[in-house]
């Protein structure tokens, strides 16, 4: 393989030494692009982009080739590829987003669920990576990811999105031992799947824990934090003679930093209600952050936007550690050139915090 020319973003995820903060966006693909929704047209719909790993790279490339102070490109695809290739029936309603034609609602819908193979069942995927990879040609690394089980766990038994998560919070009071067993199975199934992402040349993962924040305390304990903490346990973490990073990312999380600091993993992501400052001080000890402007601040104006990145970059201080990164998803309505100015203030501004 060829060797990284921009390694940046893998240092700071090990809090080695980096000349300025590096940043990359969840979503950076994605509609607020007009030549992502020129790619999407020609592929005809989402997942028709999503399991053509020539469109997957494309689309990958599009934010890379329009913002060269992007550190890291992110594989093209949806968090909901496992549910789907445990035969759940994805699709997607304009305006109404992800829905399964089949959901789990009992004990014996979750026993008859099977565990996808990555290369037989998700090999679109493994074939996107190894494309985008040699596209990529070592300009920046490459990061894959999953949801975690809890979150696949919530599409599953809701049948797609949910305001309330009824039917899976019933399930986890109701039927804990149901609910347990899909666990465990989106936990392996989630293993298998980044272990396939990092041999086919994934160099950092991150799992996305949507929905975590909308547990208890307890429950996110039980049902969340333990079967990332099992996948982390699970993970190949050295390939192609460099470690492989991982990034626990709980939307809502900020209560229990401590918790996931433990859990294993190399970096947190934190969304935008944390001060991240006060999780530096909480657990930077232990792993590095990635975070966490509010994605909203890209409808200001671009001196705005340069403010607030000022802001978060002087409230994390000096030295490594740091990934700059929006809190969640960058939104369809953002003007590209506000997240070109985002993104050139994170470079300018924080080469003061690493001399």
């Not at 490109?73 to 994805?90: E, K, N, Y």
């Amino acid at each position: 393989m060829t060797a990284l020319k921009n390694d940046r973003f893998l240092r700071a995820l090990l809090k080695q030494p980096v000349d300025v903060t590096p940043v990359w966006m969840m979503r950076q693909a994605g509609r607020y692009l007009p030549e992502y929704r020129a790619s999407r047209a020609k592929a005809g719909d989402f997942m028709s982009l999503c399991m053509n790993p020539e469109f997957a790279c494309e689309v990958t490339m599009q934010p890379l080739d329009r913002y060269p102070q992007l550190d890291a490109a992110i594989l093209f695809s949806d968090i909901l590829t496992i549910p789907d290739a445990m035969g759940q029936g994805l699709y997607f309603e304009t305006g109404e987003g992800p829905r399964f034609k089949k959901v789990v609602s009992t004990l014996a819908d979750i026993e008859a669920l099977p565990i996808p193979d990555p290369h037989k069942d998700l090999g679109y995927v493994m074939d996107a990576v190894s494309t985008i990879r040699r596209e990529l040609n070592g300009r920046v690394p490459l990061i894959g990811f999953s949801g975690s089980p809890w979150t696949l766990a919530t599409y599953m038994v809701e049948g797609g999105s949910s305001k309330d998560y009824r039917k899976t919070k019933t399930m986890l009071y109701d039927n804990p031992q149901a609910l347990h067993l899909l666990l465990d199975k989106l936990a392996q199934s989630v293993t298998s799947y980044l272990n396939g992402q990092i041999m086919a040349g994934a160099q950092a993962v991150q799992i996305f824990d949507s929905w975590g924040g909308n547990l208890s305390a307890a429950a996110y304990q039980e049902f969340s934090l333990a079967y990332m903490r099992k996948i982390v346990s699970g993970l190949i973490r050295e390939h192609e003679g460099r470690k492989v990073p991982v990034i626990l990312f709980t939307k809502g999380g900020g209560l229990w930093l401590e918790s996931i600091a433990d859990a294993g993993a190399d970096a947190l992501g934190l969304d935008w209600t944390c001060d991240i400052g006060s999780a530096r001080d909480r657990v930077g000890g232990k792993v590095a952050l990635q975070g966490n402007m509010d994605p909203t601040v890209l409808y200001a104006n671009p001196e705005a936007i340069r403010t607030e990145v000022g802001r978060i970059l002087a409230s994390y201080g000096k030295g490594s550690g740091h990934v700059f990164n929006l809190g969640h998803g960058i939104t369809p309505e953002v003007n590209p050139e506000h997240a070109g100015a985002f993104l050139r203030a994170v470079h300018e501004l924080s080469a003061q915090y690493h001399e």
